[in-house]
């Protein structure tokens, strides 16, 4: 009460300094009428007020202290506490920092950066160099990175007692800026029960453009996150022939095992052979049941119905994948995938994107001449090359077959972009190719004619990524602009527009249904799309930097994303929560693809390392262990495939589960 007294007292000393005596004698009669304590956190109006109270004093040195006394106190707090007080000290920090600059104390604010910049730098240093940066108050004003943070706010979740402990300390100090900075651009979710862990701390402090209750209100909207009716992958399900085929070869092997097996016994009465032998049949056995159990996971999802006119597809093409599916290879945690790696040479720095079509027959690069280059494996194969892809630094555009030296060339040059190309995506069937330009623009092109086919105009400002739909005819695009945008085949115009995010749209991925979409920002969100209504139906908050790849899983349920420090979170749909983050890279994760059966996620990088997850073990953690949060690396990490000095730009599973990648080989070797 006494506490609440002294603020009150501070209120009244602003109002009569600046001769509001309305406002004071209003003041007076609300003290007056109810002598309950104010939560002046929970009042928006209230809050706003002590932020101004606190702007209007000049005295700078009132941040420095404030900071460098809440510091202190948290550093000191009890070792339960503590982690959850700590999070507090890194918005305090960078808004007392752009405070003071916008209130024109330059010098001493760099002073101030300088001093405390090293407790942030583990966690926010890509942040801080944009910081870093802002040297006036027109700097604060352009600077589009330091604009959203003062336009949005710092969500940090914590414990009821953490909070109480804070609280009490901003009382008793009377630390009016610190109140003003907290009040402004911190929200806390308050939670009852013991503390957070420490292993939380990706995913409690985060960024949000719009209040916190929105943002859950948001994800409360019901998805459908299951298979299309009538897919191919229903259709072989209902006549067997996924588990048909499997079976009888299973069935004759067990059967010949057997007799062998018996045979021997009977003849040679060697009985430890014969042990030796059914002890690897059943572990054989067991490996093939989980397998089939982790690839029940698809068949066990519900089917929905679609929301886009989805495109025919030819009976030849429609046998040719039931084929492929028929064959296709069961992994698990026991059974890893095989990988065709290619290798990008000599780009000489030029290459910003590459890309497998489904079979792997065609692997495409965009580079930073405008161009896109396209490879067929067969015609490599038939000349004696080998993975390795050669890129000649040619830019003739007269002649699409001879290479410089008047050889043939090992690809198909495709010219028509006038910038950097930074995507480029194959259709289902690998007839068309897609490619997105800093030109704004994105282009249709033809593998069969080996020409440009269409030009999509609708963005204003470079198109990052470009993704086709799992079903063809329909693609994504997300641009700088802060939009992504759905387009058809046949339209030139988009069909619908996602706006949303706070900063660029950097990556784009379909949901297996077609009927959502998502999207990676640098505003370190994710959003879930849906088609029909281009609406925002699922936020996911926890990422510290920029998103650059995303992946959904085959039965539509979970999602992966992957950021520039390295950090990979995978993500409930339809409770929006996070599973776990993953942690092993260390640099930009470029690419994530799940196997098919979905038992499998693998991931690329900077680090010139592929990662390969048990993504089953994640979705069976008990309740009370996925709360306490006491293991945060449920996801294991099964192996390991490191290359000798190439960065992994892309990569995928085909319809066999065979895994491919592609990446450039850095000079650094």
């Given amino acids: ?38 939560d002046f956190h929970n009042d928006p109006e209230l ?34 506490y503590k982690h959850e007080l700590l999070r507090v000290l890194y918005p305090v920090f960078i808004h007392s920092f752009m405070d003071m600059v916008a ?47 003062r336009q949005s706010k710092v969500n940090i979740k914590i414990c009821q007692y953490s909070y109480d402990l804070l609280l009490q300390y901003l009382h008793k100090t009377q630390s009016i800026a610190m109140l003003g900075v907290i009040n402004e651009h911190i ?29 859950n209100q948001l994800n409360q909207k019901e998805i459908h996150w299951g298979l299309l009716e009538d897919s191919l992958e229903e259709r072989l399900e209902k006549a067997g022939g996924l588990l048909s085929d499997s079976e009888k070869t299973e069935e004759e092997n067990k059967e010949g095992d057997v007799d062998e097996t018996k045979k021997r016994s009977i003849e040679g009465g060697k009985q430890g052979a014969s042990t030796k032998e059914s002890k690897k049949e059943k572990a054989l056995n067991a490996t093939t049941k989980n397998a089939r159990l982790e690839a029940s996971t698809t ?10 006119p989805l495109p025919l597809m030819s009976t030849e093409v429609e046998q040719s994948i039931l084929e492929d599916l028929r064959n296709c290879v069961q992994l698990s945690s026991v059974a890893l995938p095989s990988v065709s790696f290619y290798t990008f040479l000599n780009t000489h720095n030029g290459l910003n994107c590459s890309s497998i079509s489904h079979d792997g027959s065609l692997v495409a690069g965009g580079f930073s001449d405008s161009s896109l280059k396209v490879w067929d494996m067969a015609k490599l ?29 090992s690809y198909t040059l495709f010219e028509g972009h006038s910038a950097p190309v930074y995507s480029a995506t194959f259709s289902p069937l690998g007839d068309f190719i897609l490619s997105s330009s800093v030109d704004t623009t994105i282009r249709l092109w033809s593998t069969k004619l080996n020409a440009n086919l269409v030009c999509y105009k609708g963005h204003n400002y470079p198109v ?67 088609v029909q209504s281009g609406e925002c139906v699922r936020i996911f908050i926890g990422h510290r930097s920029m998103i650059l790849s995303l992946a959904m899983s085959p039965d539509g349920r979970y999602m992966a994303s992957g950021d520039e420090d390295g950090m990979i979170m995978t993500w409930d749909l339809s409770s929006g929560r996070c599973i ?20 499998l996620l693998a991931s690329g990088s900077a680090d010139c390392t592929i990662k390969l997850w048990d993504v089953t073990t994640s979705t069976k953690v008990p309740r009370n262990e996925e709360k306490s949060g006491t293991n945060p690396n449920r996801l294991r990490s099964l192996k390991t495939l490191a290359t000798k000095s190439t960065s992994v730009y892309s990569l995928q599973f085909s319809r066999r589960n065979l895994l491919f990648a592609a990446g450039v080989l850095s000079k650094n070797t």
């Fill in 1 to 38: 009460m006494e506490n609440m007294q002294a603020v009150n007292s501070f209120v009244a000393a602003y109002l009569k300094k600046k001769g509001f005596k309305e406002a004071e004698q209003l003041l007076e009669d609300i003290q007056s009428k109810d002598s309950a304590p104010v």
């Fill in 47 to 80: 809050a706003k007020f002590i932020h101004r109270f606190s702007q209007s004093e000049d005295d700078v040195a009132r941040y420095q202290d404030g900071y460098s006394k809440l510091r202190s106190w948290a550093y000191g707090s009890l070792d339960l």
């Fill in 103 to 149: 209130k024109g104390h330059l010098q001493e604010a760099r002073t101030f950066f300088k001093a405390f910049r090293e407790d942030h730098e583990l966690m926010h240093s890509r942040d801080l160099q944009k910081l870093e940066g802002v040297l006036s108050q027109s700097h604060l004003e352009e600077m589009e990175f330091s604009r959203s943070l």
């Fill in 187 to 215: 929200n806390f979710q308050v939670f009852s029960g013991q503390p957070s862990s420490i292993s939380d701390d990706a995913e409690v402090v985060t960024l949000i453009g719009s209040c916190q209750d929105a943002a």
């Fill in 299 to 308: 068949s066990a999802a519900p089917r929905v119905k679609p929301k886009l």
């Fill in 381 to 409: 194969g038939q000349q004696g090359g080998s993975s390795n892809l050669q890129v000649e630094n040619d830019s003739s555009s007269s002649e699409q077959v001879l290479g410089p030296n008047g050889g043939k060339r």
């Fill in 464 to 530: 990052w990524d470009v993704q086709f739909s799992p079903v063809g005819h329909y693609f994504a695009s997300a641009s700088h602009d802060r939009t992504a945008r759905i387009w058809s085949m046949d339209r030139i115009q988009p069909l619908r527009i996602m706006a949303g995010h706070l900063s660029d749209v950097d990556c784009v991925q379909w949901h297996a249904n077609c009927n959502y979409i998502a999207t990676g920002s640098s505003d370190k969100t994710v959003r879930l799309w849906d």
């Fill in 580 to 599: 776990t983050p993953l942690m092993g890279h260390t640099s930009c994760v470029w690419t994530l693809g799940f196997s098919c059966e979905g038992s």
